[in-house]
C-alpha cells in the first residue's frame, strides 16, 4: 500500500490553524455579506409564518405540510425557526452566523483529514485552499443555506467519531457517528452519500480486515440510509418511481447530460469564473446525444484506468474517490425540475469536493517536499487566484437584482432569475416591466406560480379580467395550488363578489393551513360586510401561527374588535405590544387608555390619553376622554 512515501509530519498548532481560517473567513467574506434578503430568503424564512412560531417545531418532523417542494429537513426548519426568533428582519445577523458555521466547517475538515491521512501539512493547505474557494460563497451569502452547512458539519463530526471508533474501539464513539449520520440526512437529504465514506476508509486504512468486517461496520449507514428514503417518501410523496422510469426509457440521454453537468462543475472548481447557484441544459438533439455517449465512456472509462492502475490504494486515489462519491445523488436531484431540462447546484457537492482540495492539496504538499521554492511559489498563486475570484464572486451577491441579471445572462434559458426580476418589479409596483419578465418565461416554461405573479401584474393595472383569466390557468395547472385560490378569492372580493371571495380563501386555507394571507383577506371580507363576530377568530389564528406577525393594521383591527366586544383582557396584551412597536400611531394610545379606563385605572388612561394627544394636538377624541377621566376620579375622590 503505498501511503505517505514522500510526506513528513510537520509541526503545526491547531491554534494556528484556528488563526489561519479565522483570518481568512473574516477577511474574504464579512466584509462583503449583503444587507438585504433575497430569493428563497422570502419563501423560506422572513416571509414563512411556518418557522415564525417554536410552537411548530413538533410538526416540522411529520407534517407534510411543513416540507418545501417536497424536501424533508425538519432539523433545518428547526434552525430557521430559532434564528428567526432572535433575529427577525435583519439580514445581516443571518449572514455572520453563516460565516461562523462555514469556519466551524473548515475547521472540522482539518481535523478529519488530519485522523485519516495524519500529515498535518496536507490537510492544512486542503482546508484553506476550500476556505478561499469561490464556490462556497453561496453557503454564506445565501441565507437559508445555512442547512448545507450543517449538514457538513454533522458530515465532519460523524466522520470524525467513527474514526476514533476504528482508533480505541470504543462502541460510543460508533453510535454518536451514526446518530450524527441521522442528524445530517434531517438537515439536507444529499447527506446520505455519507455510508460511503466509512466503507472507503476501512478499505484504504483496514485493508487486513475481511469483507464480512468491513461491511459489518457500514450496513448500519446503509440501514439509516434506506429508512430515511422511506421516510422521505412517506411523508412527501417524492415521486422517486417517476424519475426511475424516466431514466430507463433516456439511458443515452441520462448519460450525456450528466457528463455536461458534471463538467461544468469541474470547470468551476478547476477555474472559477461565472459560477451559478443553479445551471440547467437544455435538451440535445439524438445525433448528437449518440456521439456525446461514445465520448463520456471513453473519458470515463481512461479516467478509472488511470485512478486504478497509477495509485492503487494511495491517498490520490481516496481524494479523488472521496471526490467522485458526490456525484451519485445528481442522478436524481438533475431531474428535479424537469421543465428546467438538466440542473446541477454547485452546493450539492459541499462535502465531497473536500476530495478535489484534497487531492489539490497532496500534489502540493509533494511539489513542495521535491521542489520547495516552486511549491509554495504555486500555493500561494492559487489562494491569491481564488482568494480575488471569492471577492468578485460576492460583488455580485450585493442585491437581488444585480445577481438575477447576471444569473440570467449567463443561463438564459433559466426561468428562475427571469421570475425573481419579475417579483422584484412587481414589489415596485413596475407591473409592464414585470410582466414583461414574466411572458418571456411561459414561452418554454408554465408553471402555475408566472400565470399567479401575472395575474397580481394585471391587478396592479386594475385589469381583473385579465387577472381572473391567468389566476385561472394556474389553477388548472395546479388545482392543490393554495395561492392561486387566494388570489382568486382577492378578485373576487376587488369585484364585490362577496360569497365567492368567502369560497375561494376557505379553499386556500383548507389546502394550506398556514396560509396567513387568506385568514387576514377573510377576517377583512368578513369586517367589510358586518360579519364581525367571523373576522375575530381569523385574526386570532394569525397571531397563534405567526406571533412575530407585524402588520400594524392587523393589530389595530383586533384591538378595535376586543374593545367592541368589552373584551379588555384580549386587548390589553396586544395594545401593550403595539405601544412599543409602533409608537408614532395615535390610536393604540386611544385603545389603551380606554382599556385602563375600564379597569379604573384612570391615571394611566390619561398618561396615555396625552401622549396620544401630543401625536396629534387636533384630534378632539382624547380631550374629551381626559376630560370624562378627569371628571370620574373626582367622583371617585
Known amino acids: 500500500m503505498r501511503i505517505n512515501t514522500f510526506y513528513s509530519v510537520h509541526r503545526l498548532s491547531t491554534r494556528t490553524v484556528i488563526f489561519v481560517l479565522l483570518l481568512l473567513c473574516t477577511l474574504l467574506y464579512v466584509p462583503f455579506l449583503s444587507q438585504s434578503f433575497m430569493i428563497d430568503d422570502f419563501p423560506l424564512l422572513v416571509g414563512n409564518p411556518k418557522v415564525h412560531s417554536p410552537h411548530h417545531i413538533s410538526n416540522y418532523f411529520v407534517d407534510s405540510l411543513m416540507s418545501f417542494e417536497g424536501h424533508y429537513r425538519p432539523l433545518s426548519m428547526v434552525v430557521r425557526c430559532l ?6 428582519n435583519s439580514a445581516l445577523p443571518y ?48 441565507i437559508t443555506a445555512h442547512e448545507v452547512t450543517l449538514m457538513g458539519i454533522t458530515m465532519c463530526l460523524s466522520m470524525i467519531c467513527f474514526l476514533k471508533y476504528l482508533e480505541r474501539k470504543n462502541f460510543g464513539y460508533y453510535l454518536c457517528s451514526l446518530l450524527l449520520f441521522i442528524t445530517a440526512l434531517l438537515f439536507q437529504e444529499l447527506s446520505i452519500i455519507l455510508f460511503f465514506y466509512p466503507l472507503g476508509i476501512i478499505f484504504y486504512l483496514k485493508k487486513e480486515e475481511k469483507f464480512k468486517t468491513k461491511m459489518s461496520f457500514v450496513i448500519p449507514f446503509i440501514g439509516i440510509a434506506m429508512f430515511y428514503i422511506g421516510l422521505k417518501i412517506f411523508i412527501t410523496n417524492f415521486p422517486f418511481q417517476q424519475a426511475f422510469l424516466f431514466y430507463q426509457k433516456n439511458l443515452f440521454a441520462v448519460i450525456v447530460f450528466l457528463a455536461h453537468l458534471v463538467g461544468w462543475y469541474l470547470q468551476k472548481l478547476i477555474y472559477p469564473t461565472d459560477i451559478l447557484w443553479i445551471w440547467n441544459i437544455p435538451m440535445l438533439s439524438k445525433d448528437y446525444l449518440f456521439f456525446q455517449v461514445i465520448l463520456v465512456f471513453i473519458v470515463i472509462g481512461a479516467f478509472l484506468v488511470f485512478i486504478i492502475f497509477s495509485w492503487g490504494r494511495s491517498w490520490p486515489s481516496l481524494a479523488w474517490s472521496w471526490f467522485l462519491v458526490g456525484f451519485f445523488p445528481l442522478i436524481l436531484s438533475s431531474r428535479m425540475m424537469p421543465a428546467l431540462g438538466w440542473i446541477i447546484e454547485p452546493h450539492w457537492f459541499f462535502f465531497s469536493s473536500i476530495g478535489f482540495f484534497l487531492a489539490l492539496g497532496i500534489w502540493l504538499n509533494s ?4 521542489r520547495r521554492m516552486v511549491g509554495w511559489v504555486i500555493l500561494t498563486s492559487l489562494i491569491l ?22 444569473w440570467q445572462r449567463l443561463s438564459p434559458n433559466n426561468p428562475i432569475p427571469l421570475s425573481r426580476l419579475a417579483l422584484k418589479h412587481l414589489s415596485q409596483k413596475d407591473y409592464q416591466l414585470a410582466l414583461a419578465y414574466l411572458m418571456r418565461i411561459t414561452h418554454n416554461y408554465e408553471p402555475a406560480i408566472i400565470y399567479a405573479n401575472m395575474s397580481l401584474c394585471y391587478m396592479g393595472l386594475n385589469q381583473l379580467t385579465l387577472a381572473k383569466e391567468n389566476i385561472l390557468k394556474a389553477i388548472a395547472l395546479d388545482p392543490q395550488y393554495a395561492l392561486g385560490y387566494h388570489i382568486l378569492g382577492t378578485i373576487y372580493a376587488q369585484e364585490k363578489n362577496f360569497l365567492e371571495a368567502e369560497r375561494n380563501f376557505l379553499h386556500a386555507i383548507a389546502i394550506d393551513p398556514y396560509l396567513t394571507a387568506s385568514m387576514l383577506n377573510l377576517a377583512d371580507l368578513y369586517l367589510m360586510i358586518g360579519q364581525k363576530e367571523k373576522a375575530i377568530p381569523w385574526y386570532e389564528k394569525v397571531v397563534v401561527i405567526d406571533p412575530f406577525h407585524e402588520r400594524e393594521q392587523t393589530q389595530l383591527k ?9 373584551n379588555y383582557r384580549s386587548a390589553w396584551p396586544i395594545l401593550k405590544k403595539c405601544l412599543q412597536k409602533y409608537p408614532n400611531n395615535k390610536e393604540f394610545y386611544l385603545m389603551a387608555g380606554v382599556v385602563m379606563g375600564n379597569y379604573n385605572k384612570f391615571d394611566e388612561a390619561i398618561k396615555l390619553w396625552q401622549e396620544g394627544a401630543a401625536l396629534d394636538p387636533h384630534d378632539q377624541r382624547f380631550s374629551s376622554h381626559i376630560r370624562r377621566a378627569k371628571e370620574l376620579l373626582k367622583q371617585k375622590q
Open 83 to 88: 434564528l428567526y426568533f432572535f433575529l427577525r
Open 385 to 406: 487566484f481564488f482568494s480575488w475570484h471569492t471577492v468578485q464572486y460576492h460583488r455580485l451577491w450585493r442585491n437581488e437584482q444585480t445577481y438575477c441579471e447576471y
Open 558 to 566: 383586533l384591538s378595535g374588535l376586543y374593545l367592541e366586544q368589552n
Open 367 to 370: 511539489l513542495i517536499h521535491r
Open 95 to 142: 449572514r455572520l452566523v453563516n460565516v461562523l458555521l462555514y469556519f466551524t466547517f473548515c475547521l472540522l475538515v482539518f481535523f478529519m483529514l488530519k485522523r485519516i491521512i495524519k500529515e498535518i501539512r496536507i490537510a492544512f493547505i486542503t482546508v484553506v485552499l476550500l476556505c478561499v474557494h469561490p464556490i462556497n460563497v453561496f453557503v454564506v451569502q445565501y
